[in-house]
Every structure is written in C-alpha cells, then in structure tokens.
C-alpha cells in the first residue's frame, strides 16, 4: 500500500510517497521518494510507485517478502502503512484533540459493544453518561451500569503494560459486569452454558479451567509469534469459543482485542451494531476451525474506521 506523507519545515510543505515492505515476521523497511511542494497527482503516484518498486528490488527488499500465518502480503503492508500514520498522526495532535478522540471511541466502541449484547442506551444517552456525566431519563440501571463499567474498565487498560494473564482477564470482566446482571462477576462460570442462536457449545464447567490454562498457553508460547492483529484477533475467537464467564464474555473478548492492538500500537476498533450479523457470521467461521476468517474481517474493519481519518 502506498501512501502520501506531507512533511512541515520552517514555512514550507513537502510532499513524499512512501511504501513499506515487509523483510521479516515483525519487520518492516520503508521506501520513500520526495515528491514535491505540492500534492502529487494520481498520474505522478502511479509513476512514482513503478519507481519505488524498482530500488526496492534492487535493494532485495521484494525477493525477502514472506508471507504471514493468516493475513495476506497485501493486508500486512496495509496494516503497516496504516499503523504509521496512525503513529504520525497521533504525535501530531495537541492534548485538546488527543482527549476529543479517546472520548469520541469510546462513547462508540461501549455504544457498539454494548449494544450487540442487548443495551438499550442509544448512542447520544451513551455519551451523555460517558462524557457529560448525565444520567438518561428512563434508562435502566443494568444498561447504565454496563456503559460507565466500560469507561472504567477502558482507564484501566490504559495503565496496564503487562501481557495477558489469568488476573489481567478477570479484572477485566470484573470492571465489565460490576452492579449489573451478571451473576459471578470477574470470576470464572461454575455452570455449563450455550450461547444464543449459535450451534457451538462451549466447554463444560469442570473442563473451564483446564482450557482456560491452555489458552494461556497459546498466548505465551505460540500467540505471541504472531502479528499483532492475527494475535488479537485469534485470541477475542479463542475467548468467544471457551466462554468462560457467565456474562460478559463478548464485551471482556472485544475489550481484550483493542488491548493487544494498542499495545502494539494500533489503532483500536468497534464492531458496528449495523454489522452485527458479520461479526457473528466470522466468529462462526472461527468455531468451526477457520481463525483465517475473522482475521481477514478485523483488517477489513480496522482499515475501514481509520484508513482516511489520521491521513495528512
């Protein structure tokens, strides 16, 4: 994926097309050519990628080109090209924008991720509680709980930089479920369960917690090798699959996704109420063994949200 980077020195803009090519699992070289003081044509950039794509085989960047477990060669360079813009970008912004960010995601991923699980708050009553600290009138105290638990579960993560581990994930669904219906909150089920229009049943009780040991597993020794969004994305599946709370498992596993992503530095995400049925139709794909699939719809969405927000 190429892409026009604009560069402020002095008085002056300056304008350079740059590609990055993968030469390893986790590492990347960047190709840049400058291009002017004013933006380039789409003429000039299809001439100028022909360019880059020249001193890129003539430094063997393409010949070392590897593929990875699940993404494919074009969705890793996307991925690449739109963590560093993200990066770029967010660098760039001064503090008042910063928190106008960070208020306006998560007023969307706790709208969204609530939603999917039967919230009733619409998204502006949802930013009325998050951001104005009002409380709706006429909302139930289950579906308030459940959207301020969301901003304290989100300043939490923000001061975590651990790996995934068994208290992490119990805290997590802890700050998740507190004062709401949920029966055992930040505690494993003790009761077998089945999730709803879904043809997957999770591991019974007595087997949770042997599971839940091997998904740790997973993480330390193979889920780690992986890039960051197959690791996020393999492991929000493998959590969906276990179910090991008796609520709350698909927020705790979103929750978890958008940790790993922005601990490797990568914009966090929201599935959209709207697409609520291709989210499930890709978790199926997981239970039935094709990880792959939901995969390739976490890079569809990420690239979605933030693809032409942070550019420029």
């Not at 950039?45 to 593929?67: D, F, H, N, S």
């Not at 090209?81 to 001064?94: C, G, N, S």
């Not at 004062?179 to 089945?194: H, P, Q």
């Not at 090991?244 to 929201?270: C, E, H, Q, V, W």
């Amino acid at each position: 994926m190429v892409y026009v980077e604009r560069l402020k020195r002095k008085d002056k803009t300056y304008y350079y097309l740059s590609k990055n090519f993968r030469i390893g699992p986790r590492k990347w070289r960047k190709v840049r050519e400058y291009v002017g003081e004013k933006p380039p044509s789409k003429e000039k950039i299809k001439k100028m990628v022909v360019e880059i794509e020249k001193q890129a085989k003539r430094e063997g960047l393409i010949k070392k080109i590897t593929k990875h477990i699940f993404l494919t060669d074009e969705e890793a360079e996307q991925l690449q090209d739109l963590r560093d813009v993200f990066i770029k970008w967010y660098r760039k912004i001064d503090e008042v924008s910063k928190n106008k960010y960070k208020d306006d995601f998560l007023v969307r991923f706790t709208y969204n991720s609530n939603a999917i699980e039967g919230n009733r708050l619409s998204l502006r009553e949802t930013s009325m509680a998050l951001t104005e600290d009002v409380i709706p009138a006429g909302v139930s105290s289950n579906d308030y709980n459940e959207a301020m638990n969301s901003k304290d579960c989100f300043e939490f993560i923000k001061t975590y930089r651990g790996e995934i581990n068994q208290k992490f994930l119990l805290r997590v669904h802890r700050l998740l479920t507190k004062n709401t219906k949920c029966r055992i909150a930040g505690k494993y089920r003790d009761s077998n369960v089945r999730i709803s229009g879904s043809e997957w049943i999770p591991p019974s009780a007595e087997k949770l917690k042997k599971e839940m040991k091997a998904f740790f597993q997973w993480y330390y020794h193979t889920g780690r090798k992986l890039h960051p969004v197959e690791l996020a994305a393999v492991s929000h599946n493998k959590l969906v699959r276990i179910h090991p709370f008796t609520d709350g498992n698909g927020r705790t596993a979103r929750t978890i996704m958008n940790y790993l992503l922005s601990k490797n530095r990568f914009p966090m995400l929201y599935i959209e109420m709207k697409d609520k049925i291709n989210y499930y139709k890709a978790i199926e794909e997981g239970d039935r063994g094709n990880d792959a699939a939901f995969i390739h719809y976490i890079t569809k969405v990420l690239v979605k949200q933030h693809t032409f927000k942070h550019r420029g």
